[in-house]
């Protein structure tokens, strides 16, 4: 753990958000208990968290198998030529996107790696061809797509 964080949270705080990325769903007496302490104290400190954006929001993970849109693939995108309008054209794009999940700008030979969920190939495909293939800068696509999940986790290591 940085310095930083430790000058900035307690112990009870590290207690507090560790239980809440196992369990987002804990009323506040549940987490007071885990975390051995009363519940006043512990939602005044949930609220402070959240207003000082360490908790930034509360989400349910969903099986995306079960849904439909089990196919998950990992975009790396590289633009023709890049400035602050066409990157901010781009990230305009991919944020009006709900196929894509998460979107990363990277170093490297490419400049942006996007996680994309769709229901099969063919729906990539048009995916591609028909909402990424639209935007008149992007020079390259390179697809990488998952054979199996070993790991997905979400907590941040505290």
């Given at each position: 753990?940085?310095?930083?964080?430790?000058?900035?949270?307690?112990?009870?705080?590290?207690?507090?958000?560790?239980?809440?990325?196992?369990d987002a769903r804990l009323s506040t007496r549940q987490l007071a208990t885990k975390v051995h302490r009363s519940p006043t104290p512990v939602f005044e400190r949930l609220k402070r968290l959240?207003?000082?954006?360490?908790?930034?929001?509360?989400?349910?993970?969903?099986?995306?198998?079960?849904?439909?849109?089990?196919?998950?693939?990992?975009?790396?995108?590289?633009?023709?030529?890049?400035?602050?309008?066409?990157?901010?054209?781009?990230?305009?794009?991919?944020?009006?996107?709900?196929?894509?999940?998460?979107?990363?700008?990277?170093?490297?030979?490419?400049?942006?790696?996007?996680?994309?969920?769709?229901?099969?190939?063919?729906?990539?495909?048009?995916?591609?061809?028909?909402?990424?293939?639209?935007?008149?800068?992007?020079?390259?696509?390179?697809?990488?797509?998952?054979?199996?999940?070993?790991?997905?986790?979400?907590?941040?290591?505290?």
């Amino acid at each position: 753990m940085s310095s930083t964080l430790t000058e900035m949270l307690d112990s009870i705080d590290i207690d507090i958000l560790r239980a809440l990325q196992t369990d987002a769903r804990l009323s506040t007496r549940q987490l007071a208990t885990k975390v051995h302490r009363s519940p006043t104290p512990v939602f005044e400190r949930l609220k402070r968290l959240e207003a000082q954006g360490y908790i930034s929001r509360y989400v349910a993970v969903l099986d995306a198998d079960k849904l439909g849109h089990g196919f998950v693939v990992f975009c790396q995108v590289k633009l023709r030529h890049i400035n602050r309008d066409i990157a901010s054209g781009f990230v305009s794009l991919v944020k009006s996107l709900p196929e894509v999940t998460e979107c990363y700008n990277v170093s490297g030979a490419f400049d942006y790696l996007l996680k994309i969920y769709a229901p099969s190939m063919a729906d990539y495909r048009d995916f591609v061809l028909n909402k990424l293939g639209a935007f008149d800068f992007i020079g390259a696509i390179e697809s990488t797509f998952v054979m199996s999940e070993i790991k997905r986790e979400y907590a941040i290591p505290l």
